[in-house]
Structure formats: C-alpha cells, structure tokens
T-cell receptor
Framework: EPEVTQTPSHQVTQMGQEVILRCVPI?????FYWYRQILGQKVEFLVS????????KSEIFDDQFSVERPDGSNFTLKIRSTKLEDSAMYFC???????????FGSGTRLTVV | SQELEQSPQSLIVQEGKNLTINCTSS?????LYWYKQKYGEGLIFLMM?????EEKSHEKITAKLDEKKQQSSLHITASQPSHAGIYLC??????????????FGTGTLLAVQP
C-alpha cells in the first residue's frame, strides 16, 4: 500500500539552528500538508500546499517556517531559527483530491535543546 | 472555527470488553476520520464517514456518524491489547475548497488490561 515517507524519524537540534524536515508524498497525490503535535496535545494544522504554492496556513506557520517542493517527489518543511517551543512531532500528509482521503506519514520527532 | 471534543479522555478496559469513544463537533461534519496513534508515533487511518447515519466496520471496530452529522462514535468489540493506543477523530473543515484540512479532536487514550 502506498505510503507517505518522512525523514529523519528523529532530529535533535540546538536552539537557533535551521532544520529541514523531509517528506515524500504518495506519487499521484497533488495536495500536501504539514501538521504538528506537541507532546500530549492536539494534532494541529500548519500548512497546505498545492500547485507549487501555499493554499492555506495557520497562525502557527509564521515567517520562521517555509515549505518547498524542490523536485517532483519531495516536500520539505524548513524552520529557519528553531525555538524550544518548536519541539514536537511533525507529520506530513498528502491527498489526491485535497478534499477527502488524507494519508499521513509516521512523523519526525524534533527536539530543540 | 470548528472544535471537536472527544470523550472519554482516557479509558481502561479489561481484555474482551466492549467500549465506545465519542467525538462531538461544534459544526456539521462533512467528513469525519478516525485515526489510531501509538504514543509518540504516526497516525494510522481507521475509517472515514461522510453521510448521515453511515456506519462502517473493520475487524472489531465500528464507526458511526449520526443523522445530524455532528457526532461520531467508535465502538470496539471484544477489546484486545493490540487495540491500545490513542484514538483521534478528525473533521474535514468542510469548506468545499480544494485544500480542506483536518481539525483534530483531543484524543482518547485507551488501555486494555490482559
């Protein structure tokens, strides 16, 4: 069964450093998403991406965050200058239609120290 | 904005017992998803419901969406230790746009005692 693949599974970074989280969505999917989950809290929407541009972003997705689809297969989330409060599990998801049916990756656990 | 409330927040059952988890929305649900998550791990898709009164089953798990499409329930029959985890409901924000997003509930932590 097709999967959304995320790398790395765990990342530890120092405060102020830049991190890039990587995702390979399902090949025929056109809509891409990033969500995050702070430990013990809700899964929260960050951003949606379609046709090489951001479709929607949440209040969390400030200027420190950016997304990119650098080639035909990868979808990345960059955090420019990490803060302690960015520590969370980050999930990538993709969808064929952008309306129904979302497949999530297994997540990247980011720890900022 | 849409809010999803799950109940109970946590649940401990004996193996073999049945249980129900509820998800209530502040707005009409256009698409309701159930996911399972092992603590600190990824989201495993269980079921999606769209129509009022719809019911779906997979193995020992049954999910229902009420006629008014504001509440969903997840029922597990004859629970097993493998059912343990966090159950999340997610609602499609229902704006009908090309990039709907999921709003998630707070989750229900299920423990199954052997």
């Amino acid at each position: 069964e097709p999967e959304v693949t995320q790398t790395p599974s765990h990342q530890v970074t120092q405060m102020g450093q830049e991190v890039i989280l990587r995702c390979v969505p399902i090949s025929n999917h056109l809509y891409f998403y990033w969500y995050r989950q702070i430990l013990g809290q809700k899964v929260e929407f960050l951003v949606s991406f379609y046709n090489n541009e951001i479709s929607e972003k949440s209040e969390i997705f400030d200027d420190q965050f950016s997304v990119e689809r650098p080639d035909g297969s990868n979808f990345t989330l960059k955090i420019r200058s990490t803060k302690l409060e960015d520590s969370a599990m980050y999930f990538c998801a993709s969808s064929v239609t952008g309306v129904y049916g979302y497949t999530f990756g297994s997540g990247t656990r980011l720890t900022v120290v | 904005s849409q809010e999803l409330e799950q109940s109970p927040q946590s649940l401990i059952v004996q193996e073999g017992k049945n249980l129900t988890i509820n998800c209530t929305s502040s707005k009409t649900l256009y698409g309701l998803y159930w996911y399972k998550q092992k603590y600190g791990e990824g989201l495993i898709f269980l079921m999606m419901l769209q129509k009022g009164g719809e019911e779906k089953s997979h193995e020992k798990i049954t999910a229902k969406l009420d006629e008014k499409k504001q509440q969903s329930s997840l029922h597990i029959t004859a629970s097993q230790p493998s059912h343990a985890g966090i159950y999340l409901c997610g609602a499609d924000n229902g704006y009908g746009g090309a990039t709907n997003k999921l709003i998630f509930g707070t989750g229900t932590l299920l423990a199954v005692q052997p």
